[in-house]
């Protein structure tokens, strides 16, 4: 791996497990440049998954529209996918995803109860994140990415501030 500001590797000690897997010493180079080219095509791949995890999301959106499980189980039911969408964005080079991901995963984490407003938000970050992945916005959206992140945040705060009003 090589530092982002310089072309320095960095390196990182192995624990004890992963040295019995591989063992110990140097790694060829010829194995690593086969690697990191793997995971720079594979970023093609992140479609069809990122929309497998949005299609979950969708569903319950839909069935937190309907309003007839509990809450909680709503909740886990939205965080699960955008936990996955979160955890996955970032390695197929969908910084902005992650990002968005992150901010709508604290705000699930957070909230006790789904209402009319909390639904809403969710169901904007799922329009938001599947248009990204069918655009296919990698990086992270430069001055649009900011904007979404800011405007996803302000969506946020407006909610619960107010709940508190």
Known sequence: MVDENNSTPITHKANYT?????????IDLKTLDRAQEIIEKSSDD??????SFLEKLKI????????DHPGDELIAGMTSPVMEL?????????ELVSA???????????????DKDAISIVS????????????????NGGEHGQ?????????VHRYFSKLQG
């Not at 992963?18 to 140097?26: E, R, S, V």
């Not at 992140?46 to 929309?51: D, G, T």
């Not at 904007?124 to 990086?139: E, F, N």
């Open 18 to 26: 992963l040295q019995q897997k591989i063992g110990k010493g140097p």
């Open 147 to 155: 904007l979404l992140q800011t405007e996803l945040r302000d969506a």
């Open 124 to 139: 904007a970050h799922h329009t938001t994140i599947q248009l990204i992945i069918m655009k296919k916005m990698k990086g």
């Open 46 to 51: 992140f479609e069809p998954l990122a929309m």
């Open 100 to 114: 968005l991901a992150n901010i709508m995963l604290g705000f699930l984490e957070t909230i006790n109860k789904l």
């Open 86 to 94: 979160k955890a996955n964005a970032k390695m197929f080079q969908y």
């Open 60 to 67: 319950s959106i839909e069935v937190a529209q309907i309003g």
